[in-house]
């Protein structure tokens, strides 16, 4: 299994801003499953982009802080780019796409044909 920018940029971004996050509350911000997150969260690991550490103090000693490494930080503002190169590019699309639909849809109410209505 691979997972796409999108959704290593949504992890990297939420374990920057929510260390103490468990797995679950993870997939549940990312809408995807805790096994999806795991595999993530531990590709991220052995890549070194991430490290994990126990809570020591804390009376449930299974709770974890995921951190970026130094090398986590640099792939995040790297891969945040690539992110939001592809939305520009995708947002490029539609604003073509709603323009055509404008003047299709004013090309129909110039020729008479009420566009609103909808075929009875």
Do not use: Q
């Given at each position: 299994m691979k997972f796409d920018d999108a959704t290593r940029y949504q992890l990297l971004k939420l374990i920057a801003e929510h260390p103490g996050y468990s797995q679950r509350e993870l997939?549940?911000?990312m809408g995807v499953?805790?096994?999806k997150t795991n595999f993530c969260i531990k590709t991220l690991i052995?890549?070194?982009?991430?490290?994990v550490e126990n809570f020591h103090?804390?009376?449930n000693k299974g709770a974890y802080a995921y951190l970026l490494?130094?090398?986590?930080?640099?792939?995040?503002?790297?891969?945040t780019v690539r992110f939001l190169q592809r939305k520009m590019a995708e947002y490029d699309?539609?604003?073509?796409e709603i323009a055509a639909?404008?003047?299709?849809?004013?090309?129909?109410?110039?020729?008479?044909?009420d566009a609103?209505?909808?075929a009875a």
């Open positions: 997939a549940a911000a499953s805790v096994g052995s890549k070194g982009l991430i490290k103090r804390n009376r490494t130094p090398k986590g930080i640099e792939d995040k503002a790297i891969v699309v539609l604003k073509a639909l404008r003047r299709e849809v004013d090309d129909l109410a110039a020729s008479g044909l609103g209505r909808g």
